[in-house]
Structure formats: C-alpha cells, structure tokens
C-alpha cells in the first residue's frame, strides 16, 4: 500500500505517555503509523490495551531489547510512506501536524525541518531543551545557508522532520543500536546526502522533558560512546570538507578546562587527537573558549 508519509515511534515500558502520544496523530489515509516496541517489561497490559485501541497501527517488536536506535531500524524495515517522520514516545504533535502534512503532500524536498517547542512532561511548564533548534529555524529567513549546516548537521535528533524515505533506502542510512546517542550518526548522514531542504515555522511536535528518560540517565558507556561517536561526527566533518564542528565534544574539554579536571582534560585531548588533526583541534578549541567567554558575559546566543 503506498502512503505519503510514514511515523515511526520507538516504545519502551511507557504506554501512558505513547497513548498520549498516539492521541495527537491524525488517522489520516496518507499516514502509516508504525510502533516499535523494545521488549517491555512494566505495565504490560496498559500497553495491550493501547494496542487495542489503536489497532489501526501498525506493531511490531525487537525481539530483544536493543534500544530507540534498533527499535527504529526495525520501523525502517516496514516503511511505505515517501516521506519519514520520528517520534519519541514521551512527545506528542501539536495540531498543527494534518496542516503540515497536507502543505508537503506533493513535495520535492529531500528533507523538511519544521518548528518544535518542550515541556515538562508531568506539569506541562515550559522546558529550554529546542533552545537552538528554535534558533536556528528562526535563522533560516535571515541566512539560509547557515541555517541549513545548522539543522543539516547540528541538529542530532530524528524528530520534527520530514525525510524523503527514498534518500534513507539509496544510502543505506540506518540508526546506530548503542544505548545512547544512536541517532547522532543518522541525523548527519541525512543532512550530508539530503541538500534540498526547506523549513516550516509552524510548531509541529513538543519534546517533553523528563528525569527518567534515556536523556537524563545513568548509562554506563554514556562517556565512552559520546567521545567515540561525536569525534568520529567531527572526523567526518573534517573528511568531508563541511564547514561545522560537533561543537558539543568541545564544549565538554572546555568544561574540563574551566573546573579544573585535568586528568580528564588531558584523556580527553588525547581521545580527540586519534581522529581529529591539531591544525583543526587548537583553533576551534580556542574559538569556544572565547564563545563561552561571551556567553558568560550575557552574549547568550554566542554558542550558537
């Protein structure tokens, strides 16, 4: 069956806040919706039950539980829309998620970014965690070029976006199955390959904020995968000539640098010299410095 546009969300052990999600999808005849589930263990009967309620998504499960990046690369298995949006299943959609589909249903672009904004999931209050994705569509009709590295590169989450299923079948993209950080990699390989993209300013999805997420987890590897996948990003980057940094590997030598780690400070330099060249490393190390500088000083868009 052909679809405009296929969601996929990824689920595990919270079917309240995946019926609050499924609640704000449209049952439109253009949408598959697919989720994903990790191999639950909690509240097993509440997530049957959303499952009868919605039966008209699609299920499907891991087998074992490999986390988002396996749960995902499973929903890529069964896509039939020509365009691909993510959701977390903490998040929810804003009503304005029909308009936005119905505006790209004939659409050429290969990616399009539309607006976000975040909560706190339990009190509703607004959250600070789309700060620069705000930013940077805000950008976008001041400085297009820029914009577009920003979100095409910077922006390391799969939601709020719209991505031509046929860029991700050609390429082979595909999430990392780490237990953190697994769609860092997917995100910037899709704004490497898809260079025609466009931005809408309408609020279509809302991240929510919680203590108990992977986000804000306790994970073991959570330092080794960030500086072995972020400085690969960055080698990446270097390699491909693409004038951006994954800015977030430096800010965290910085912050060694500041609270005066220095074992850790010099593990970490060391790390980063493995795959990213002095001549790149020391100038934008020292164009951070000077950025985080000015942000302490009240210049609170210097990071971006």
């Given at each position: 069956?052909?679809?405009?546009?296929?969601?996929?969300?990824?689920?595990?052990?919270?079917?309240k806040l995946l019926k609050r999600l499924l609640q704000t999808v449209p049952k439109r005849r253009d949408?598959?919706?697919?989720?994903?589930?990790?191999?639950?263990?909690?509240?097993?009967?509440?997530?049957?039950?959303?499952?009868?309620?919605?039966?008209?998504?699609?299920?499907?499960?891991?087998?074992?539980?490999?986390?988002?990046?396996?749960?995902?690369?499973?929903?890529?298995?069964?896509?039939?829309?020509?365009?691909?949006?993510?959701?977390?299943?903490?998040?929810?959609?804003?009503?304005?998620l029909s308009d936005i589909l119905d505006t790209y249903i004939d659409t050429t672009y290969d990616i399009?970014?539309?607006?976000?904004?975040?909560?706190?999931?339990?009190?509703?209050?607004?959250?600070?965690?789309?700060?620069?994705?705000?930013?940077?569509?805000?950008?976008?009709?001041?400085?297009?070029?820029?914009?577009?590295?920003?979100?095409?590169?910077?922006?390391?989450?799969?939601?709020?976006?719209?991505?031509k299923s046929e860029l991700i079948k050609k390429y082979s993209i595909n999430f990392q199955e780490t237990?953190?950080?697994?769609?860092?990699?997917?995100?910037?390989?899709?704004?490497?390959?898809?260079?025609?993209?466009?931005?809408?300013?309408?609020?279509?999805?809302?991240?929510?904020?919680?203590?108990?997420?992977?986000?804000?987890?306790?994970?073991?590897?959570?330092?080794?995968?960030?500086?072995?996948?972020?400085?690969?990003?960055?080698?990446?980057?270097?390699?491909?000539?693409?004038?951006?940094?994954?800015?977030?590997?430096?800010?965290?030598?910085?912050?060694?640098?500041?609270?005066?780690?220095?074992?850790?400070?010099?593990?970490?330099?060391?790390?980063?010299?493995?795959?990213?060249?002095?001549?790149?490393?020391?100038?934008?190390?020292?164009?951070?410095?000077?950025?985080?500088?000015?942000?302490?000083?009240?210049?609170?868009?210097?990071?971006?």
């Amino acid at each position: 069956m052909d679809y405009n546009y296929t969601l996929i969300i990824p689920h595990f052990n919270i079917p309240k806040l995946l019926k609050r999600l499924l609640q704000t999808v449209p049952k439109r005849r253009d949408l598959q919706v697919i989720v994903v589930d990790d191999c639950s263990t909690k509240d097993l009967e509440e997530l049957e039950l959303v499952k009868n309620e919605y039966d008209w998504v699609e299920w499907y499960d891991t087998g074992t539980n490999g986390g988002g990046g396996k749960a995902r690369n499973i929903g890529l298995q069964h896509v039939y829309g020509k365009y691909i949006l993510f959701a977390d299943a903490d998040d929810y959609f804003t009503p304005a998620l029909s308009d936005i589909l119905d505006t790209y249903i004939d659409t050429t672009y290969d990616i399009i970014f539309c607006n976000v904004s975040s909560v706190n999931s339990i009190s509703y209050k607004p959250s600070n965690r789309v700060l620069f994705h705000n930013y940077a569509i805000d950008l976008f009709n001041k400085n297009q070029q820029k914009a577009s590295l920003k979100l095409r590169f910077a922006f390391g989450e799969p939601w709020s976006k719209l991505i031509k299923s046929e860029l991700i079948k050609k390429y082979s993209i595909n999430f990392q199955e780490t237990p953190c950080y697994n769609d860092t990699l997917f995100s910037y390989l899709c704004g490497f390959y898809g260079t025609s993209v466009s931005v809408d300013s309408r609020i279509m999805y809302v991240v929510t904020f919680r203590t108990d997420s992977v986000v804000n987890s306790i994970i073991k590897e959570r330092e080794e995968l960030f500086y072995s996948i972020f400085t690969k990003k960055e080698a990446f980057f270097i390699k491909n000539h693409i004038p951006i940094h994954a800015y977030n590997i430096y800010d965290l030598i910085i912050s060694d640098l500041f609270n005066l780690r220095w074992g850790r400070l010099y593990k970490s330099i060391k790390r980063m010299k493995k795959e990213v060249p002095l001549s790149v490393l020391t100038p934008t190390l020292l164009n951070r410095i000077y950025k985080r500088l000015c942000y302490k000083m009240g210049y609170k868009s210097a990071l971006y």
